[in-house]
């Protein structure tokens, strides 16, 4: 297997402290309060209402549109309520609020045979079962599994490169499932009807690649170790280090014939459609300084982080920053009142000391972003365009290419919050661009009167 | 005789000339819409782009096109959008001027922000992080994107940096600029005149608009059944008040239990609300 890595790119500290922890389970919460906008997209639509007895496993939430995920129930029950809450990006958002009824019952799964499903049933069971990229962008697995007709796709790679400091959970999940991953990667190879299957994994994962190996000629799918560099788990990066294709600007994976998946996904995968295995609940990795040791758990879909952390022993010394997700890329919370949901691969809790220096001085255009940028954009250049409020200039740098990987402002000695401006400049050329399809319109709309 | 030869070859080509000249100011001619010169006239003519646009002309031409309002121009203040509504024959902006308010009394509540944040980096950005940096996601984040972008300076500061800024209402000429900028929509033009306003964005109910902010509509609908005249209807969970209808009789006022509900411009007559009151009194 040959690797090609790509442009850019960190080395952070690793921190992979729980790499050889096993995945622990946490009980199921006495409430979940389960957000019905999981995915990327439209919320999912309620299912149930109020007072309704729900079983672990049961449908709640409706997926609406194309790009949607249905959502199911994590623990059995009745439905105290259907109502705004925090949910994962720490905004309000409809959740469904669930108090268990002890039982943890869980509802009919119809398991079935990989061999006797034609492509098209196996894409309707990972639909059925909600499945989303479980790496954290929680994009809709079963859109990304049908291709519009004219994209060929020749190669589906599975993602097991987990390059996020401090996070294991895939790690863990690829040395315990081994087989259930790869039976995951043909369950998504017979859905795309491709040839080849690659699981790229890092070399600082050893046992991960071993334990993958052992099942791979079983399941005829390959394992390609990659040289460990930030951001290789991006899915765009992935495709250039194993494949040697480059994305186009704007472009998505499927424009060089390839699909990515997490291995948590193809776990995922691999329950819904051999068990029938709705996804409610998924591995975390819970770390960082204040926490009691970095360490692995399986946890039901909405179960709060405050009970994560108290099943872990509560935290230590002073924690001054929540993050969920990794370090490079994950959102700062304020509260660990927030449910876990399909995207949150991880609970940080963080000391002063690893926050980082706080203060920030003038860009020094030393011009370390722009080497650190694995997506070849100007950093420097779109932050200070934000900080200046010229969005307008904005659309002519590409900003919507950016991944929000974190290499520019983890290089930046300057402590400069680009990525925070990056992300500020996506909305505004998001808002212009609205803006100018409201005129278009309206002058579409004031063209066609007279006709009329 | 040579001077001669001169002198007539001179005038045959300035007639030619002049011909040509006559000729082309006919056939090239652009219509120019003469209210445009006559509203040009009317303004005052300082050119400072405080409107946003370039130079009076600028701001004629985009009212002529009926890309902007015409009372923007500052320096001419309500006279000079007077005329400029006569003579493109617009509505004068409904009669009361507009004046920016914004709608929220976070300043009430002392215990407002969840996390430290960079107030360098502004309220957009800081919206894009768990929901803002104050308890309620939906009111003033208080990081003065606002008083940046006002061009006639008529947004300041609160003395108090944790309160929402305030309106100096002798100043703002209602360009809606700062309407536009705040992420939250918190910022609304309101008529200058006396009406009540409700100073809260919160979508939330009861509890959990409480929870988040002291001074939040807990959405009772305490103002919709107190209204005599039938104005007020709970829209989102919040009041929207048909000021058509309205009778300024301050019952939706009384009755409120956080008092989101204010007076606009009453501030003789009440205490004025905490950070979002008009600092001015009552000006023509």
């Given amino acids: 297997m040959s690797f090609f890595g790509f442009k850019g790119g960190v080395h952070p500290p690793e921190l992979k402290a729980a790499a050889g922890k096993a995945i622990e389970t946490v009980p199921p919460p006495q409430t979940a309060v389960i957000p019905l906008a ?330 370390k972003c722009y080497d650190a940028c694995p997506m070849g954009l100007r950093p420097a250049l779109i932050s200070r365009c934000v900080e200046k409020r010229r969005f307008d200039e904005l659309e002519g740098l590409d900003v919507l290419d950016c991944i929000e990987c974190g290499c520019c402002a983890y290089e930046c000695p300057a402590n400069r919050r680009i990525v925070q401006n990056v992300k500020r400049g996506k909305a505004e050329i998001a808002k212009i661009r609205r803006k100018r399809k409201e005129k278009e319109d309206k002058a579409k709309a004031e063209a066609a009167k007279p006709k009329a | 005789m040579s001077i001669l030869l001169a002198v007539i070859s001179m005038s045959v080509l300035a007639l030619l000339l002049g011909i040509g000249l006559g000729y082309a100011a006919k056939r090239f001619a652009v219509p120019v819409d003469p209210r445009i010169e006559e509203a040009i006239g009317a303004m005052p003519g300082a050119n400072c782009g405080g409107c946003g646009f370039p130079g009076c002309g600028g701001l004629v031409k985009a009212v002529a096109r009926g890309e902007t309002k015409p009372n923007v121009c500052a320096p001419g203040g309500s006279a000079v959008a007077k005329r400029l509504s006569e003579i493109f024959g617009l509505e004068a902006s409904g009669g009361a001027p507009k004046v920016a308010q914004v709608r929220c009394r976070v300043g009430a509540d002392p215990d407002w922000e969840k996390f430290e944040y960079d107030h360098e980096l502004g309220c957009g950005t800081a919206m894009l992080l768990a929901g803002g940096v104050g308890t309620c996601d939906f009111g003033c984040v208080g990081m003065l994107d606002c008083v940046k972008a006002c061009p006639f300076g008529a947004l300041s500061k609160s003395p108090d940096s944790k309160r929402p800024p305030v309106v100096d209402v002798s100043r703002c000429t209602g360009c809606g600029i700062c309407v536009e900028t705040c992420p939250n929509r918190v910022i609304a033009l309101v008529d200058l005149n006396r009406q009540p306003v409700v100073y809260c964005r919160s979508i939330l109910k009861g509890k959990l608009a409480k929870g988040c902010c002291i001074v939040a509509c807990i959405a009772c609908g305490k103002c919709e059944r107190n209204c005599p005249e039938k104005a007020v209807s709970m829209q989102n969970n919040l009041p929207v008040i048909d000021l058509a209808k309205c009778t300024r009789c301050g019952k939706c006022i009384e009755g409120c239990p956080t008092k989101v509900i204010l007076m606009f411009r009453d501030d003789l007559k009440t205490p004025a609300p905490a950070g979002t009151a008009p600092s001015v009194p009552a000006a023509s």
């Fill in chain 1, 38 to 367: 999981q995915s990327l997209g439209k919320p999912a639509k309620a299912a149930v209402a109020k007072k309704d007895a729900v079983l672990r496993g049961q449908l709640i939430g409706e997926a609406q549109g194309m790009v949607s995920a249905n959502v199911h129930s994590s623990i059995s029950g009745t439905v105290k309520d259907v109502g705004p809450a925090r949910g994962p990006l720490g905004t309000f958002v409809e959740c469904v609020f669930i108090e268990s009824d002890g039982k943890d019952q869980a509802a009919e799964f119809k398991g079935a045979d990989l061999n006797a499903l034609s492509p098209q049933e196996v894409i309707d069971r990972i639909k059925a079962a909600g499945l989303v990229g479980m790496g954290g962008a929680t994009f809709p697995t079963h859109v990304k599994l049908a291709p519009p007709p004219g994209k060929k796709i020749d190669t589906l790679i599975i993602n097991g490169c987990e390059c996020e400091p401090c996070l294991t959970a895939d790690h863990r999940l690829m040395v315990e499932k081994a087989d259930d991953v790869m039976a995951g990667a043909a369950i998504f190879r017979k859905a795309l009807g491709v040839a080849r299957a690659i699981v790229g994994v890092e070399d600082n994962k050893p046992d991960a690649a071993e334990a993958l190996s052992k099942s791979a000629s079983r399941h005829g799918v390959e394992v390609a170790v990659l040289h460990v560099k930030y951001p290789q788990g991006a899915e765009k990066q992935l495709i250039k280090a194993l494949l040697n294709r480059e994305v186009p600007s704007g472009g998505l994976p499927m424009d060089v014939g390839a699909v990515v998946q997490n291995v948590a996904t193809a776990k995922a995968a691999r329950d819904a459609v051999v068990e029938g295995r709705p996804l409610y609940e998924r591995v975390l990795t819970l770390g960082g300084g204040a926490a009691q040791g970095n360490r692995n758990f399986l946890v039901r879909i909405g179960t709060p982080f405050s009970e994560v952390v108290k099943f872990a022993g509560g935290t230590k010394g002073d924690a001054m920053k929540i993050v969920s997700g990794g370090p490079m890329m994950g959102l700062a919370q304020a509260t660990l009142d927030l449910p876990v949901t399909k995207g949150t691969s991880g609970i940080l809790l963080l000391t002063e000391r690893e926050t980082g220096p706080q203060r920030m001085f003038p860009c020094l255009r030393c011009g």
